[in-house]
T-cell receptor, first 114, second 115 residues
Framework: DTGVSQDPRHKITKRGQNVTFRCDPI?????LYWYRQTLGQGPEFLTY????????KSRLLSDRFSAERPKGSFSTLEIQRTEQGDSAMYLCASIGLLNTGELFFGEGSRLTVL | AQSVAQPEDQVNVAEGNPLTVKCTYS??????LFWYVQYPNRGLQFLLKYITGDNLVKGSYGFEAEFNKSQTSFHLKKPSALVSDSALYFC?????????????WGAGTKLIIKP
């Protein structure tokens, strides 16, 4: 257990529905990352936060995707009007200021869009 | 452009034999290099990293990796494989301390250890 928790672990939804994932990072970590991973592939960067500020977003993050970290602690990733191509594992990771680069990952939230 | 290559999609090793999972990288500055392991339907677990210093770094579960600057490689090794080492392994690189902690990931190598 790395200390990063994600909820839910699994989500099955119908196309067109909205889904929201939550990530609770390690408490003293100020940087938080969201990645997407499809089967057999490496993680693809989506976005990251330093405290409550969203500092970078990937071009992969379409208008249907939004992420927040309102108080600089937990974060949410919302996907609106889901499409079958959104089916993937959504991974959250965190890192502290003094850390030399080791990301701590949660167990991921697996999304299946029917 | 920054990149990471893991040239083998899959590596098969008999239990008890040494294993090597290959990784080469390309960055413009000094590389910060990482190995992660992923078990089915789980998140990624950190194994080891190279930032500076000794080229041979030791990590979790008996794994080690050797940084080779001239060959721009960071191969993962273990002297004696266990069946429980079977998993997906990812190499990642960061371009030194001035990046935004963004990691560039390899595509992963599936390691299969046969009893």
């Amino acid at each position: 257990d790395t200390g990063v928790s994600q909820d839910p672990r699994h989500k099955i939804t119908k196309r067109g529905q909205n889904v929201t994932f939550r990530c609770d990072p390690i408490s003293e970590h100020n940087r938080l990352y969201w990645y997407r991973q499809t089967l057999g592939q490496g993680p693809e960067f989506l976005t990251y936060f330093q405290n409550e500020a969203q500092l970078e977003k990937s071009r992969l993050l379409s208008d249907r995707f939004s992420a927040e970290r309102p108080k600089g602690s937990f974060s949410t990733l919302e996907i609106q009007r889901t499409e079958q191509g959104d089916s993937a594992m959504y991974l959250c990771a965190s890192i502290g200021l003094l850390n030399t680069g080791e990301l701590f990952f949660g167990e991921g939230s697996r999304l299946t869009v029917l | 452009a920054q990149s990471v290559a893991q040239p083998e999609d899959q590596v098969n090793v008999a239990e008890g034999n040494p294993l090597t999972v290959k990784c080469t990288y390309s960055v413009s500055g000094n590389p910060y290099l990482f190995w992660y392991v992923q078990y089915p339907n789980r998140g990624l677990q950190f194994l080891l990293k190279y930032i500076t210093g000794d080229n041979l770094v030791k990590g979790s579960y008996g794994f080690e990796a050797e940084f080779n600057k001239s060959q721009t490689s960071f191969h993962l090794k273990k002297p004696s494989a266990l069946v429980s080492d079977s998993a997906l392994y990812f190499c990642a690189v960061r371009d030194g301390p001035h990046s935004n902690y963004q990691l560039i990931w390899g595509a992963g190598t599936k390691l299969i250890i046969k009893p």
